[in-house]
């Protein structure tokens, strides 16, 4: 129960969700790139399903050819920074080795970021960098390819509706493929059995924002780290804006007591 009144539901265009009767369903496969562990353990790439197919199918009739779905799920993750913030590679290559924290899929180039850091880098491993700005450089989420599986529905499903499943454990930048779909459901870590139950309509979404979704990545440099709800929150094709606080229900944008409780100030 804790789970499903987790999810929020962002975006549902024409009233798309629930979808109730017992459908055809088209689930991508997600490329997974390798990754190394905090020990250094690597993970060896992998594209497959990112969900048990045996349990999207005791809500829906499932296939792997788009033209034969009546509409499409994908389960995608937020932006993830490989390098979490630091690269040893710019550091070898004379740099601070501080790099940029993405919230976006497409490669970001920190023009806006601040010129000097409010704190030096570390005083123990590393005392000759006093500043940790990373004006100027780049950095590209690691899971790129959920964008591009996101896109590549979209063309392949034409004027179906496609469903997006966001796991993330921070704020994310929408606007790379918000007006692309139809539906969005957010949650920060929970079963696929939960999400099934809000898209299938055995439950109806009650979750609210607990943070600001920013419209760009220039209003996340511009913030400052002390002040709360200072960010340019996104604002989407439907007219709604991905604030605190914000969710939707069957009926639309949720007004009750603790959206009035927590309003912004």
């Known amino acids: 129960e804790a789970q499903v009144k987790s999810v929020v539901m962002l975006k549902n265009k024409d009233q798309v969700l629930p979808i109730k009767e017992k459908k055809t369903v088209y689930i991508p496969k997600i490329y997974t790139p390798i990754s190394t562990d905090w020990w250094g353990i690597p993970t060896p790439a992998t594209f497959d399903y990112p969900v048990d197919l045996e349990l999207i199918k005791k809500y829906y009739k499932v296939t792997d050819n788009p033209k034969e779905a009546d509409f499409a799920l994908v389960f995608v993750r937020n932006p993830q920074t490989k390098e979490a913030g630091y690269s040893e590679v710019d550091r070898k290559e004379g740099g601070n080795g501080?790099?940029?924290i993405s919230l976006q899929y497409e490669t970001y180039t920190a023009t806006t970021a601040r010129e000097k850091s409010i704190a030096?880098?570390?005083?123990?491993?590393?005392?000759?960098?006093?500043?940790?700005?990373?004006?100027?450089?780049?950095?590209?989420?690691s899971n790129i390819m959920d964008l591009r599986t996101i896109e590549d529905t979209k063309m392949l499903m034409g004027d179906k509706p496609v469903i997006v499943s966001v796991t993330a454990n921070k704020p994310m930048i929408f606007s790379e493929f918000e007006s692309q779909v139809e539906g969005i459901v957010l949650n920060f870590g929970i079963s696929t059995q939960a999400v099934m139950d809000i898209v299938s309509g055995k439950?109806?979404?009650?979750?609210?924002?607990?943070l600001q979704m920013p419209a760009n990545?220039?209003?996340?440099?511009?913030?400052?780290?002390?002040?709360?709800?200072?960010?340019?929150?996104?604002?989407?094709?439907?007219?709604?804006?991905?604030d605190f606080g914000f969710g939707l229900d069957w009926n639309g944008v949720i007004k009750d007591k603790r959206t009035l409780k927590f309003k912004k100030q």
């Open 98 to 100: 501080y790099v940029p």
């Open 120 to 141: 030096a880098g570390d005083p123990v491993v590393d005392p000759e960098i006093t500043n940790r700005s990373y004006k100027g450089k780049s950095s590209t989420s």
């Open 203 to 210: 439950q109806e979404p009650s979750g609210l924002l607990p």
């Open 217 to 242: 990545m220039e209003t996340v440099e511009a913030q400052q780290e002390d002040v709360p709800f200072d960010m340019i929150p996104y604002q989407d094709s439907e007219g709604n804006t991905y």
